[in-house]
Nanobody, 131 residues
Framework: QVQLVESGGGSVQAGGSLRLSCAAS????????MGWFRQAPGKERERVAS???????NYADSVKGRFTISQDNASNTLYLQMDSLKPEDSAIYYC?????????????????????????WGQGTQVTISS
């Protein structure tokens, strides 16, 4: 049974930083992707950043240059370092993961930008940025 548990959310002022963590258990991170998504009140959930098991990363335009996604395979933990935070970054942040991607589709790079492939989700952590 796959479990994803986020931590590290909180409230900071604009310009500040936060680091989110996602501890994964029961999950085999091979030929697959993990990522961070967020959902603000009244808005749809959007992908923030994703990382393939092979190491490639992809970011939403709104966070490029400010957020960094990384993984620690030894501890099965996903991170999101968020710098230069803006009030519009306020949202509930979710950790997500995909099932393994068939080699027919080229492996883990296939799932980097395909949000519909993410099937495992954490409970979310609140991030609030004040101006």
């Amino acid at each position: 049974q796959v479990q994803l548990v986020e931590s590290g959310g909180g409230s900071v002022q604009a310009g500040g930083s936060l680091r989110l963590s996602c501890a994964a258990s029961g999950y085999t991170y091979r030929s697959s992707c993990m990522g961070w998504f967020r959902q603000a009140p009244g808005k749809e959930r959007e992908r923030v950043a994703s990382i393939a098991s092979a190491g490639s990363t992809n970011y939403a335009d709104s966070v490029k240059g400010r957020f960094t996604i990384s993984q620690d395979n030894a501890s099965n933990t996903l991170y999101l370092q968020m710098d230069s935070l803006k009030p519009e970054d306020s949202a509930i942040y979710y950790c997500g993961a995909t099932s393994p991607v068939s080699p027919y589709f080229g492996g883990s790079r296939y799932c980097l930008t395909r949000s519909n492939l993410f099937r495992y989700w954490g409970q979310g952590t609140q991030v609030t940025i004040s101006s």
